[in-house]
């Protein structure tokens, strides 16, 4: 469902240098919930239920290659200063200031408001977040749960005093399979807008297959996407496969053990006639307090991170740096994280 801003977005600046948990622009979604079992009473409804065991809940669309894409470690540049600070058990402020010789250098303030109506272990609604910078450009969000399994969100980015996206979501989660619809940047008057379509259907508890659908449309301009994803999780693996018109995307991810993952990416572009694949792992040193990723790629290109927690103090010190031979370009960046 975020594809539409990414899609109707400029094109954002490299990523200042951050070893915190923060989040790049708008926020990700909170994690998502599973509909609970209703047990059977009579003996036939248990031996049926026996035979032919409930299909789990598929989760989301977009996120069926995120967990190989955060074996990856983020561009960073530049130098990153991050405070975070809890005001109250639903509400926490963050303040940012970065320096770039790439991007726009300044000072971001962010704020989070979780409400109090819990729906699971680790989720409570509704979420509203937001955060702004020195020039007065604003991302903010807010995600509902509406019912059991109806969940909405809608997102605003303004640059200055302009509004530049905006966007609603909904989202129904049923017992074995996850439907979403995403409506983009709609203008009436005009008559353009983005409207996003997705699917993905439970087939068996590790089979999950699905499809997406984008439709456009401007003054003279009119054209719609679609594309096919099939998914397949193990017990230590998740390969994705995604097809369209535009291309194909395929990740795999896999847990060596406790301490290392590793992912595959492979990306093919069929209008640009481009191809690339990326190799990337995560290692982690628990004892230390370390977190290491890193990545090399078909274009020659290789970067690293490298996270240090200071306990017992609440500091988070990030190294980062990225190479590419072929384009003969170097980039490296530093972060602290208080909070």
Known sequence: ??????????????????????????????????????????????????????????????????????VFPLPMEGVRLVVNKGLSNHFQVCHTVTLSTLGDSGYRFGSTYVGTKQTGPAESFPVMVGDMDNTGSLNSQIIHQLTSAVRSKIAIQTQQHKFVNWQ???????????????????????????????????????????????????PGEEGAVTSLLG?????????????????????????????LQIGVEFEANTRMQDTS??????????????LFKGTVDSNWGVAATLEKKLLPLPLT???????????????????????
Request: hydrophobic share 35%; proline share 7%.
């Open 277 to 290: 694949t990326s190799f990337g792992y995560q290692l982690d040193v628990p004892k230390a307090n370390l």
């Open 168 to 218: 609603c979501d909904m989202e129904w989660r049923g017992e074995d399979f996850t439907a979403a619809v995403t409506l983009g940047n709609p203008d009436a008057l005009v008559g353009s807008g983005i409207l996003v379509g997705h699917y993905l259907q439970s087939i068996t508890p590790a089979l999950a297959m699905g499809g997406e659908v984008v439709y456009h449309r401007r």
């Open 231 to 259: 998914r397949y999780t193990g017990d230590n693996c998740i390969a994705t496969l995604t097809l369209g018109g535009a291309g194909a995307h395929a990740t795999y991810y896999h847990k060596a053990n406790d301490q």
């Open 1 to 70: 469902m975020g594809s539409v801003l990414a899609a109707a977005s400029p094109s954002p600046a490299p990523a200042a240098a951050g070893g915190g948990p923060g989040v790049q622009g708008l926020v990700s979604v909170p994690p998502g919930f599973t509909m609970p079992s209703v047990p059977s009473t009579s003996g036939s409804d248990q031996r049926t239920a026996d035979a032919d065991p409930q299909l789990p809940n598929p989760g989301t669309y977009e996120e069926c290659h995120r967990k190989c894409k955060e």
């Open 317 to 339: 010190l990030a190294l980062g740096a990225s190479l590419n031979h072929r384009k003969n370009k170097f980039q490296c960046g530093f972060g602290v994280t208080i909070g």
